[in-house]
């Protein structure tokens, strides 16, 4: 039975938008990088605080007046104040802090960040503290009160501290916590670095008292001759009414919007955009105005839908020519962030022949996905539901959902995204069936225009080779396959005969495969670590993958070495994951030029 499924854009957000008023969605300040603001990138002041005696007395309760959230200075001689943020080695945000000092190499626990900003306050604005992310816990002080506290380290946040802030100086302090605990989403065990700290950007944003929030601007549904824009105010007068311009100048279109009596409205204006492609990344420029704000945005239109066994990008069969990525930067150690590490590590796809990416496992920056609209690469986003979470506990759920309403809501007018990724290499089990499948459900109500995906290592055995009936496909649009073929089982040769079955008429995109290998190493094709070893593991499984008849995309394990505490190996990884086809300088392995030659092939049956 030949499925169809176009992915309307009428409920994307609006579900969202409502759902706030129930305080189910989250405020978000949409694009707010691009949003007037003062940036509080830069040095900040640090204290190491791995007891957390700067937020728990000796009786293990949280201080009220003593803690260095207060960020008290001695007035006279005689006080007696344990900690001095002035005075306190530096650290540079964004930017982990495990690769900015060795002592922190390792660490997990609590450090503090302290910053002076001074601010020209004015009454008919509102302030908002947007921070990228921090990793793992984040309690956030305005002048020494405490204005929130997030959990999540991949996914942006916001407190509204217009009531805290002050006229001249003023200081913000950030307990953050990377520890790993059980209840936790990703948990306590991951095969990447547990980079600590303030690992993205941090800014004030300042807004008129009344300003747009949230907006959308999608094509409706499979209409590529439609555009539907959506709005949605927060702020000191949302009932204010009035009016919203919206603006595509490239495409004629100059709308107003009406708002409700909710602060919210949409149009749909009829136009004729070039669609959105990797080869053609078609971005529009989109101004929005209200209230004194014009925000700026650039946008690309495009449609994917799964026919069957097809994923069709505008209407059209597509192969996902991929490589999965951590968030780590090809420039420098430690995390990745801004424009130059985004840039360098598409243009690393790029050059490999990709179309596609698999930001892995969490939410990458948003620079990441807005240079992938730009540079025209399709992605693959995914929430940290990784191994063994605790799929029982309600808490955790509750954790896992927030993630993946906070990464909708940041990226869901970025048209490289196509697919929502629910989990990576989860146990078959009950639970976890209940639990994926919710948060699919979930995704589905907050953006039905994108494909929902996980990806899975749970194929069964045949007398061919694998077969594909996880129950959980069926929450699904896209499956997802981890295969270790000649790494974690079998011989490289072994891997080309492997025939794949699939229970279910969907498009699978093989998420991982691969093997590791230490750059410069070379040798026997069967000696391990060689560059020869993880090149013949990329010929057997390549030919395994063109056997797949459902195949429509794969994105190989991984473009570059990346940190994993769980990579002991002296001398071969040294606490890197080898498995990248580019060593952690960039340098080229041998299974580089195979994969690129597949792709090569590809492009050109494509054509
Ligand atoms: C897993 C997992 C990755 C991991 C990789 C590996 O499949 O999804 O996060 O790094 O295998 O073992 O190298």
Known sequence: MSFKRFLSTASLVCTALFASANGFAIDYVQNALARENISLNGQWNRIIDPYENGYYNHRYQPHTTEG?????????????????????????????????????????????YQKDFALTKQADKRYIVHFGAVNYQAMVYINGVKVGSHEGGFTSFQFDITDYVKQGENSIVVKADNRRERNQIPTVNTDWWNYG????????????????????????????????????????NVKQGGSVKVSIPELNIQEVITLNKKGEGQITAKANPQLW??????????????????????????????DGEDILLNGKSVFLRGISIHEESPLHDGRAWNEDDARTLLRWAKELGCNFVRLAHYP???????????????????????????????????????????????????????????????????????????LAKKARSLDDTRLITAAMDTQGNTANGKIIDDPLVAAMDV????????????TPESCGNILWESKYNKPVIVSEFGAGAL??????????????????????????????TALRGATPWILKDFRSPRRPLPDIQDFWNRKGLLSEQGIRKKAWYLLNAYYSKKEESSN
């Open 68 to 112: 260095y959230f207060k960020n008290a200075q001695m007035k006279t001689p005689s006080d007696l104040i344990e900690y001095n943020f002035a005075t306190a080695d530096k650290i540079q945000v964004p930017g982990d802090w495990n690769t900015q000092e060795e002592q922190l190499f390792l660490y997990e626990g609590t450090v503090w």
């Open 197 to 236: 700290g303030i690992t993205r950007s941090v800014a004030i944003l300042e807004l008129p008292a009344t300003y747009v929030e949230d907006y959308t601007v999608q094509l409706s549904g499979s209409d590529t001759t439609a555009i539907v824009a959506k709005v949605a105010l927060a702020g000191s």
């Open 277 to 306: 492609t990797p080869e053609a990344p078609k971005l529009y420029d989109v101004t929005i105005a209200f209230n004194g704000e014009l925000i700026r945005d650039r946008i690309g239109f495009r449609t994917i839908a799964v």
């Open 364 to 438: 990458h920056n948003e620079t990441m996905v807005k240079m992938a609209d730009e540079m025209g690469l399709l992605v693959w986003s995914e929430i940290p539901v990784y191994w063994t979470v605790m799929f029982e506990d309600k808490a955790v759920y509750a954790k896992a959902e927030k993630q993946l309403t906070e990464m909708i809501t940041r990226d869901k007018n970025r048209a490289s995204i196509i697919l929502w990724s629910m989990a990576n290499e989860t146990p078959s089990h009950k639970a976890r069936l209940t639990f994926i499948t919710k």
């Open 479 to 490: 499956i997802g396959v981890n295969s270790y073929c000649g790494w974690y089982g079998g």
């Open 519 to 548: 750059q410069g190493l070379h040798g026997d094709k069967d000696e391990r670590w060689t560059e020869e070893y993880q090149a013949s593991v990329y010929e057997h499984n390549i030919a395994m993958l063109e056997k797949m």
